[in-house]
């Protein structure tokens, strides 16, 4: 297995540094395939032990809420398994991790088929749970030390092209899945056969990436690039490497938890409940008899936010490299603030069309916000463990992705059972997104570059040549 080792995938003089994007890309459409993973939620709730299904659409033995448990642990283990490798990760290069990732997340498909076609739900959390988050983070930060090291002068723009596949993994991986259980049809709702099928297609378009992707020589850098002087940028791009182990005793690195935290937990708050949302804001008896949303029409406008959620890393990230990402934060949380204050406005406006281009725009900064992390830990932190600083930071939206939806369903409910209508029941909820990006902004406002007493030594330093 030498060939995956990261001197066995160092550029030849020559190569052209636009197929790494490509091959990430292909790992994060895979990987971002959990996005959609609500497609198998009813026909998995549906399934009964000792039958083949429950054809009359009877409840089957397992909930929704025990089925909605495979979508929250593989988010866990995610960013669980992102913090404890990342310096793995870095040592080992691309290619190999991106080949782990691939072993993991497509036999975790084969895992959780087993356990469908067992009737052992276990089997199916750790499957796709288990299995699939840890290759969901492995895959997700395999690229994006690589992506930086080749792209000094667009950082931004070269992991937003990578991380915009993640957004949109649900774009492939929800029609997939469904046409496939539809094809094949069957015992179990086709469940097993489309598993099957799903790891077999992924694995080779991620096998693909790891394939392809390269790492630059030492010393490469673009032709006629030279680093911009720190003045240039107010001293946020730094020149110097610092650690992993030494960045967390840094307070950038906690202010930056935080800026994360807080623009993960307002965006996936809100986005595991558009459908129900719209649908109860803009309800028919808000609207008038036959002019509310339907359930189709509000998946219409789940698909649209994906495309906003996509859209955005791409376009944001971007945008970072040109006016910096202090300021692209600054934009997200004050902007994000004035328009969740005015979601509540738009719904007693019964104003349809602005709530849905609101919350295109709230979608695409929290996209924006993963794909321009990277970025801002590389201006801080330097190339040298970027992939394992980002690692640990995404522990930031395993937590997000717990108190997010909790917030969201737990104050819906409440003020439903307190007797507040539906299409109001959301205010206090929008209330508590606004002060958190209130919370995100202060913290993104105390950021400053990072103290010299953290810089690793440079190769030449004195310091170094002692230790020598």
Known sequence: MSFLDREHSVAPPGFNRWLVPPAALAVHLSIGQIYGYSVFNKPLSRLISGDLAAETGAPG?????????????????????????GKWVERVGPRRTMFTSALLFCGGFLVAALGVATHQLWLVILGNGVLGGIGLGLGYIS?????????????????????????????LGSPLGTSLMTAYGGPNFGIVPTFVTMAALYFALMMFGAFLIRVPREGWAPQGWTPPAPSASHGMISTHNVTVEQAMRTPQFWLL??????????????????????????????????????????????GLLSLFNMGGRLFWSSTSDRIGRKPTYMIFFALGTVLYFLIPVFGRMASLALFVLAFGVIMSMYGGGFAT??????DLF???????????????????????????????????????????????????????????????????????????PRPADPLTAADD
């Open 382 to 456: 330097g190339t040298l463990n970027v992939g394992a600083i980002h690692g640990r930071l995404l522990l930031a939206w395993s937590a997000a992705a717990i108190v997010g939806p909790s917030l969201v369903n737990g104050f819906r409910d409440r003020q439903i059972a307190s007797g507040v209508p539906a299409a109001q029941a959301y205010s206090t909820v929008m209330w508590i997104m606004a002060a958190l990006l209130v919370v995100g902004f202060v913290a993104n406002l105390l950021v400053r570059p990072v103290a010299a007493r953290y810089h690793a």
């Open 143 to 171: 690229p994006v030390s690589t992506l930086m090291k080749w792209f000094p002068d667009r950082p931004g723009l070269a992991t937003g092209l990578a991380i915009m596949g993640f957004g949109g993994g649900a774009l």
């Open 373 to 378: 992390i990277p970025a801002y830990l590389r």
């Open 61 to 85: 033995d397992w909930s929704l809420f025990q089925v909605g448990l495979i979508f929250s642990v593989a988010l866990f283990f995610l960013g669980a398994s992102s913090a404890l490798f």
């Open 257 to 302: 938890f935080v800026v994360l935290f807080c623009n993960v937990t307002a965006g996936i708050g809100v986005l595991g409940q558009a459908s129900v949302m719209i649908q109860e804001m803009f309800s028919d008896r808000v609207l008038g008899a036959g002019n509310g949303v339907t359930a189709t029409a509000a998946a219409g406008f789940v």
